[in-house]
């Protein structure tokens, strides 16, 4: 039996996709508390499954939506692809040794010939508010129901965005990564996040 998960709240029908390295554990927390939940589909086949809400998890990476969904809003959570794509790779870092350029060279060729959900972004997902990591804030508030949200007017939603929940394990001279050579490979399997959330390449 396979299973796929989708965030979803029946109060604001809307649902929420949260790539990674997105500030997407931020956003769970949030989004938790506007009622979303997970819900797990666990499928027996193609079209027959079992669904049940899945409470106790809040940050989940997941792609899919129920196919028969019509005319529903969705929220997405971006970041620039490039540094999406370089803070990935760091997060994934176990060695004990620091990560050098060559390496992140070699990980970002391997993305580009075996593009995977950690660094990609499927055509078929429209949203209709995007939630910028560089502008949170002022992306948060543009979400009717979050504008007019106790948590907005309070300044509380303010306050937990301005923390870094989820901080980076390996830190690193950005501009040694990040070089116009490297530039071109991401952009070559992450060309749509940019079109789609509104990045200069």
């Known amino acids: 039996m396979k ?9 604001h029908d809307y649902y929420l996709v949260l790539p990674m390295k997105t500030a997407s554990t931020t956003a769970g927390w949030i989004f938790t508390y506007f009622d ?3 819900y797990t589909r666990n499928f027996s086949d193609d079209n027959s499954f079992i669904e049940f809400p899945n409470p106790s998890m809040s940050h989940i990476h997941s792609y899919y939506l129920p196919p028969e969904i019509e005319n529903h809003k969705i ?3 971006a970041r620039n692809p490039y540094e999406k794509t370089l803070s990935r790779f760091l997060h994934a870092w176990i060695k004990e040794t620091n990560p050098t350029p060559s390496d992140f060279e070699k990980y970002i060729i391997n993305s580009a010939q075996n593009p995977n959900d950690s660094v990609t972004f499927p055509d078929d997902i429209i949203p ?3 939630i910028h990591s560089e502008n949170l804030f002022e992306d948060y508030i543009k979400i009717p129901f979050i504008k007019d949200s106790n948590l907005a007017k309070s300044g509380v939603l303010k306050e937990i965005l301005e923390k870094r929940i989820n901080k ?5 001279d950005k501009e040694k990564f990040l070089t ?5 490979i ?7 996040q940019f079109e789609l959330f509104g990045y200069e390449k």
């Not at 116009?180 to 071109?184: F, L, P, R, S």
């Open 128 to 130: 209709n508010h995007i």
């Open 3 to 11: 299973y796929k998960n989708y965030i979803y709240s029946t109060t």
């Open 180 to 184: 116009d050579k490297n530039k071109e």
């Open 168 to 172: 980076g394990r390996v830190e690193v």
């Open 186 to 192: 991401i952009y070559s399997f992450t060309k749509n």
């Open 75 to 77: 929220i997405v959570t």
């Open 36 to 38: 979303f939940i997970v």
